[in-house]
């Protein structure tokens, strides 16, 4: 195909040999299957601001500081110069989020290198060279199911062990390779310590895993994984060795919890409002 413009600088810099095809266009990026060498890659292209729908929400930028004093005030009067920045810190956001969950362990593509908004990183395959499917595309079988939610957990728990929740994770956002899930798309990841909306953020993002596998083994919709994970965090008391039991006592929660589990219970009745208007349209469409 011919070569975007926008990743011809890496193919005159001998970064890219060739661009294959397109693998995906998104509300954030284009990704780009890519020749580098012998092997295959993706190469992930950030839509300019202007060209992007996805809002970056005030309660994902919250905790992203600037890299001096100067920056810091200039993001927050969201100067010409403040929302440069803050472009910055959010592309870069992705490629800091990969680096440090790579090097914890959690299954995620391995970056190669960041240069002028286009993302180098490891093809997730299907073992025959071609972009590995989605989750949401995948059909389980309910032991496949609870074998992969499992996985999904540990993997949401290693992620806050070293200070980030994905902040937008759902059957989109994840991959299915010969091994299991891979977890991609993370500009919006958000520091657990610093973003006061990472609580509920970590709740959606186990609820979204919950409903998900739940389809194929329904007695997972039972389980309060993300406000026990939550919980444990909170307290300093989790691990990646920590057995979570999928139970959370409301009637013990601490008064701070108290005012988490409000926020959150409004946020599972949004979510189940927008999820009946959606069946409602879409009946009626059919209709």
Known sequence: MKTPKRLQP?????????????LKSGKEAQVYLVQCGEELHCAKVFKEAIKRSFKQAVQYQEG????????????????SYGQKEQESAWLN???????????????????M????????????????????????????????????HDHMLSEIVRMLDVGLVHGDL????????????????????????????????????????RRYFGRFAPELLETEYGLEIWSLYSRGLLSTNARLSG????????????????????????????????QAWAQGDRD
């Open 10 to 22: 890496l193919v005159d810099d001998g970064l890219i040999d060739e661009v294959i095809c397109q």
């Open 170 to 209: 759902s059957p989109f956002n994840v991959l299915v390779d010969s091994d299991g899930p891979v977890i991609i798309d993370l500009p919006q990841a958000v520091d657990a310590a610093q973003n006061n909306n990472a609580a509920m953020m970590l709740v959606r993002d186990v609820d979204n895993m």
């Open 64 to 79: 992203r500081k600037g890299r001096n004093s100067r920056r810091a005030r200039a993001m927050a009067k969201r100067t």
């Open 247 to 278: 139970r959370f006592d409301r009637s013990k929660a601490s008064v701070d919890m108290g005012d988490l589990l409000a926020v959150i219970d409004a946020a599972r009745e949004e979510e189940r409002e927008r999820l009946e208007a959606e």
């Open 113 to 148: 290198g960041f240069v002028d908004g286009v993302l180098l990183m490891e093809l997730i395959s299907d073992g025959e060279d071609n972009a590995a499917p989605r989750l949401d595309e995948v059909t389980l079988t309910a032991e496949t199911a609870r074998t992969f």
């Open 93 to 111: 956001a992705e490629v800091e989020a990969l680096y440090k969950l790579s090097a914890a362990g959690v299954r995620v593509p391995q970056p």
